[in-house]
Structures are given as C-alpha cells and as structure tokens.
C-alpha cells in the first residue's frame, strides 16, 4: 500500500473548511494514476506560510476523467474521490 500527499494552496482552496464538513472530495491526480489503489492513506498539506501536513484522508474511487465543463478541470484532467477522516492539531509543520 501506497500513502499519497496532496497539496492544498490557501489561495484558492480551504482545506481546513473542508475537513470541518467532513465531505467527500475530488482532488486533482496528475501522475501516478495507474498505482493508486481505493483505502491508501493521503495526507493533505497546506503550502504557504504556514506549510504542513493538517489532515489525513483515503482514496475513495479509482481516478476519473474530468470534463472540460467541469470547474476543477483547470486543476487537472484526472481527479480522485477522497474523504477527510482526521483533522491533525496541531498541525505537522515544515520545520518538523
């Protein structure tokens, strides 16, 4: 089994809003595609100032291909289903 790490940038994602719904997610999946297996853990990293590992999730479904009228398609043509299971407090930051 493989863990992921996926990137969050603040400036265009909440992260932290989305682990508070408890959501399923699609995130964008540019490499990798044909190893990812559904129940891998991610960990889900915020970049910027404050950059670290905030939340942990799974890989929900095998990658999808996204539609051009789809609006997480400037992300990326290749997307996967996650879910949030735990929001880490405090976080894992850079410097550790």
């Known amino acids: 089994m493989t863990d992921w790490v996926f990137q969050a940038n ?3 994602y909440d992260l932290l809003a989305a682990v508070s719904r408890g959501a399923d997610d699609l995130w964008a999946m540019k490499k990798n ?3 990812v297996k559904v129940g891998e853990r991610i960990f889900f990293y915020i970049s910027g100032r404050e950059a670290g590992v905030y939340a942990t999730g799974r890989v929900t479904s095998l990658p999808v291909e996204r539609t051009a009228d789809d609006p997480a398609f400037q992300y990326g ?9 735990l929001e880490i407090v405090p976080p894992i ?3 550790e």
Not at 77 to 85: A, C, F, N, P, V
């Open 10 to 12: 603040p400036a265009h």
């Open 33 to 35: 595609r044909s190893v």
């Open 77 to 85: 043509k290749w997307g996967i289903r996650t879910s949030y299971e």
């Open 93 to 95: 930051l850079r410097e």
